[in-house]
């Protein structure tokens, strides 16, 4: 689908003699019509920013955390081992 531009859609309204008040209304609701695609592609980029959060936040969510200590005799601190395991 082809896309025109403002100045090409004023240049046709005007070749047809179409009445002042009627171009402003249609070159009114393009502009907003622009402003409204724009605010959903915004909105588009922010979801599809929060499901890759979610997808990482899921992945990490099927991992349990596992907890080893290792007990050195004559030594005053164990060893801790924290792992991230598959479930």
Same mark, same amino acid.
């Given at each position: 689908?082809?896309?025109?531009?403002?100045?090409?859609?004023?240049?046709?309204?005007?070749?047809?003699?179409? @009445?002042?008040?009627?171009? @402003?209304?249609?070159?009114?609701?393009?502009?907003?019509?622009?402003?409204?695609?724009?605010?959903?592609?915004?909105?588009?980029?922010?979801?599809?920013?929060?499901?890759?959060?979610?997808?990482?936040?899921?992945?990490?969510?099927?991992?349990?955390?596992?907890?080893?200590?290792?007990?050195?005799? @004559? @030594?005053?601190?164990?060893?801790?081992?924290?792992?991230?395991?598959?479930?």
């Amino acid at each position: 689908m082809k896309k025109f531009s403002s100045d090409d859609i004023l240049e046709e309204l005007m070749f047809r003699n179409v @009445n002042t008040d009627m171009m @402003n209304y249609i070159m009114d609701t393009m502009s907003i019509h622009s402003a409204i695609v724009k605010g959903l592609e915004s909105i588009y980029v922010q979801q599809s920013t929060l499901l890759k959060k979610v997808d990482s936040i899921e992945k990490n969510m099927t991992k349990q955390k596992h907890i080893t200590v290792k007990k050195i005799p @004559n @030594n005053k601190k164990d060893i801790v081992n924290n792992d991230l395991i598959d479930c």
